[in-house]
T-cell receptor, first 117, second 112 residues
């Protein structure tokens, strides 16, 4: 079975400061990893994804994440946050077809990023 | 706009009732997923359809059922509703499994 743990439920940060949202996963098979963002009263929007290849993945809105297989982590980073980045962030895991998985996403509990002026 | 549409946006009903949530996937996407988001359970996978056939089941109650029609839209049926079924229900679609999933805006269900 696969699982995702987001290590922080809330992360307060000042505007223009760097931020890291931590995500660890557990899986007995190879993984696909995703970060989604949910703004208030909206659906989930994909920030970035790791399927294979380079372990450093760049996404939208200046976010990036690094896949670390030995640490089973996929932490999300942004060098300078804006007020508009205030939202809920979800890390999710899936697996390639053929490894017993049909593509369903297993989500972490979410991290609330609060950007203060 | 993800291209995935869900109706209705809000639904208020009473315990014991039955409701149907509708989802239209992005054009060309064959796979539809349903997820439930609640404060206590977080985001949970319910069920997946691919080109009209059920492919995977997650934490879906027996009171809940779903189907995908020939035009690829999907419906999630919730019956004998309980207070605890109040949640945000998301539909997502992808070209096939393993691809990026695009989420709809969700249906907020309130059971009184």
């Amino acid at each position: 079975a696969q699982s995702v743990t987001q290590l922080d439920s809330q992360v307060p940060v000042f505007e223009e400061a760097p931020v890291e949202l931590r995500c660890n996963y557990s899986s007995s098979v190879s993984v696909y990893l995703f970060w989604y963002v949910q703004y208030p009263n909206q659906g989930l929007q994909l920030l970035l994804k790791y399927l294979s290849g380079s372990t450093l993945v760049k996404g939208i809105n200046g976010f990036e994440a690094e896949f670390n297989k030995s640490q089973t982590s996929f932490h999300l980073r942004k060098p300078s946050v804006h007020i508009s980045d205030t939202a809920e962030y979800f890390c999710a895991v899936s697996s390639p077809y053929g490894s017993g998985n049909t593509g369903k996403l297993i989500f972490g509990q979410g991290t609330t990023l609060q950007v203060k002026p | 706009d993800s291209g995935v549409t869900q109706t209705p946006k809000h639904l208020i009903t009473a315990t014991g009732q039955r409701v149907t949530l509708r989802c239209s996937p992005r054009s060309g996407d064959l796979s539809v997923y349903w997820y439930q988001q609640s404060l206590d359970q977080g985001l949970q996978f319910l069920i997946q359809y691919y080109n009209g056939e059920e492919r995977a089941k997650g934490n879906i109650l027996e009171r809940f059922s779903a189907q995908q029609f020939p035009d690829l839209h999907s419906e999630l049926n919730l019956s004998s509703l309980e207070l605890g079924d109040s949640a945000l229900y998301f539909c997502a679609s992808s070209l096939t499994w393993g691809n990026e999933q695009f989420f709809g805006p969700g249906t907020r269900l309130t059971v009184l």
